[in-house]
């Protein structure tokens, strides 16, 4: 992930362009477009509380992004990247952040402020059906009392997961064309945390062969931890096979060590994790629209003796 040139931000904000991301409009607003933007924003946030026959709708439910936790502070970082993309696409929408373990605020603590206020749905920021989407995401959930809450399916494997690691790859070198004998040479290493879930290990399968149709060159899952192969016997597996431009991408939602390690493993190029790119953002209200179009399920009836 780059960092973005702050003195062509700032040029471009003052020539009338759009304000640099995470930006405040407080201060005098540079020109009548801005100002209609923001107004249209602000209107736009209170009709779609506002039902036809112009009752008030009840809010939506909060969007509670559930984030693993990372010792790396650029993982917080990009998480809060992250949400404020998600913010910028759904500006009504209260969104936000709860941590399994190791940052703040944790989950727990976030979502304890929100009972007896608004409803939540919790969207995993994790890529397959591990153990947190399995247990401590929802045993956390329940264990807040007075708090109505679902919990989204995890992010991946999804089609924009791919357009993400496609991107990712193409930032670190990927040529987007290459001749057919550089294709036969050419593969990709999936590099993943692991899990010993086998329904995670099938998720990540499945996103690397959706990975390897769109490149059109093979994608082996690798490992950091949990599973075998690890990205070294990965590679080593693939070079048997005459694939000598090998390729690693991050199939990681932030940096942190495990992906810092398999960077290290890579031969060739090593694309960043997903961070904060704008199909991530895309994705997290794509999973929290998923979970709130599902019927909560009736409430069970209880027969009373005569």
């Not at 910028?88 to 929100?114: F, K, Q, W, Y």
């Not at 086998?198 to 059109?216: I, M, N, V």
């Not at 931890?225 to 070294?232: E, L, N, Q, R």
């Amino acid at each position: 992930m780059t960092a973005s040139n702050p003195a062509r931000d700032a040029s471009s904000h003052r020539l009338g362009g759009p304000p640099p991301r995470g930006a405040h409009l407080e201060g005098p607003l540079d020109s009548t477009a801005q100002l209609m933007n923001r107004i249209t924003s602000q209107l736009g946030s209170q009709l779609s509380l506002v039902s036809l026959d112009g009752t008030r709708r009840p809010p939506p439910p909060a969007l509670v992004l559930a984030a693993h936790g990372s010792r790396d502070p650029r993982a917080l970082a990009t998480v809060r990247t992250l949400i404020e993309r998600v913010r910028e696409l759904r500006p009504h929408l209260s969104v936000r952040l709860g941590h399994i373990e190791l940052n703040e605020p944790l989950l727990r603590d976030t979502l304890a402020s929100l009972a007896g206020k608004e409803d939540a749905v919790l969207v995993p920021l994790l890529l397959g059906r591990g153990y947190h989407v399995r247990r401590d995401i929802p045993g956390t959930a329940a264990a807040v009392p007075g708090l109505n809450t679902r919990v989204a399916a995890p992010l991946g494997p999804h089609p924009l997961l791919v357009e993400t690691l496609y991107a990712r790859l193409v930032e670190a070198g990927w040529r987007t064309r290459m001749s057919d004998s550089a294709r036969r040479a050419s593969a990709v290493v999936l590099a993943s945390a692991g899990s010993r879930s086998p329904d995670s290990a099938a998720d990540t399968r499945r996103t690397a062969q959706l990975l390897a149709e769109r490149l059109g060159v093979p994608v082996v899952p690798a490992y950091a931890s949990a599973a075998a192969p690890t990205v070294p016997a990965a590679v080593r597996s693939l070079a048997a096979r005459g694939r000598h431009r090998i390729a690693v991408a991050s199939y990681f939602t932030a940096p942190g060590r495990f992906a810092t390690q398999c960077a290290e493993e890579a031969p060739w190029i090593c694309a960043e994790p997903l961070g904060d790119h704008p199909a991530m953002a895309r994705l997290v209200l794509h999973r929290y629209d998923q979970a709130v179009a599902v019927p909560e399920p009736a409430p069970e009836r209880t027969l009373v003796p005569a």
